[in-house]
């Protein structure tokens, strides 16, 4: 079965420090890489996702992930961060079962706090 | 905009109750899942349903069952509640891939159940 690490459980940072969370997933055929946010209160969003192409992918607020498809990582990068930028990231893989059908399987999330 | 709609915010219960969590969404999504989301777990599929009546288990679907009677709503339901099915229940939904639109493998989640099985 597919699974999927995320190294750090809590991460705390001053505002305009740089930001790396890691994520490794198991899997060893054709994946597809997202990286989503929950804001405090709110529901899931996604933040970013590769499918093909560049492996550097670029997402909303200034967020970007590189695909190492030999390291079997997406990490997740921003080089300033903002007190705003305080929740929890969640980096998730596409496995796809039989019947045509998909899920994705997530990590258990890294809680980012950043300090003003 | 898709909308993913669950019917409680908030739901308290007592042990041994049946419980059912029902999610409907708005975009004619084939995909639906259930998720249930715990500190320092992340987020575990439960099941999901890739057409109507039809379901597949997830990673953790002891204590739960799932009705997929309509294209648009997703019930889980919790035969016999336990405490330790307290925890926080996603829903979300998704269009079928091979589409050919890379756009289709987002999921959209609702905005969640905090279930407190007491």
């Known amino acids: 079965a597919q699974s999927v690490s995320q190294h750090n459980h809590h991460v705390i940072l001053s505002e305009a420090a740089s930001l790396e969370l890691g994520c490794n997933y198991s899997y060893g055929g054709t994946v597809n890489l997202f990286w989503y946010v929950q804001y405090p209160g709110q529901h899931l969003q996604l933040l970013l996702k590769y499918f093909s192409g560049d492996p550097l992918v670029k997402g909303i607020k200034g967020f970007e992930a590189e695909f190492i498809k030999s390291k079997f990582s997406f990490n997740l990068r921003k080089p300033s961060v903002q007190w705003s930028d305080t929740a929890e990231y969640f980096c998730?893989?596409?496995?796809?079962?039989?019947?045509?059908?998909?899920?994705?399987?997530f990590g258990k999330g890294t809680k980012l706090s950043v300090i003003p | 905009d898709v909308k993913v709609t669950q019917s409680s915010r908030y739901l308290v219960k007592r042990t041994g109750e049946k419980v059912f969590l029902e999610c409907v969404q708005d975009m004619d999504h084939e995909n639906m899942f259930w998720y249930r989301q715990d500190p320092g777990l992340g987020l575990r599929l439960i099941y999901f349903s890739y057409d109507v009546k039809m379901k597949e288990k997830g990673d953790i679907p002891e204590g739960y069952s799932v009705s997929r009677e309509k294209k648009e709503r997703f019930s889980l339901i919790l035969e016999s509640a336990s405490t330790n099915q307290t925890s926080m229940y996603l829903c979300?939904?998704?269009?079928?891939?091979?589409?050919?639109?890379?756009?289709?493998?987002?999921?959209?989640f609702g905005s969640g159940t905090q279930l407190s099985v007491l």
């Open positions: 979300a939904s998704s269009f079928q891939p091979g589409q050919q639109t890379a756009t289709n493998e987002k999921l959209f």
């Open positions: 998730a893989v596409t496995s796809y079962s039989g019947a045509g059908s998909y899920q994705l399987t």
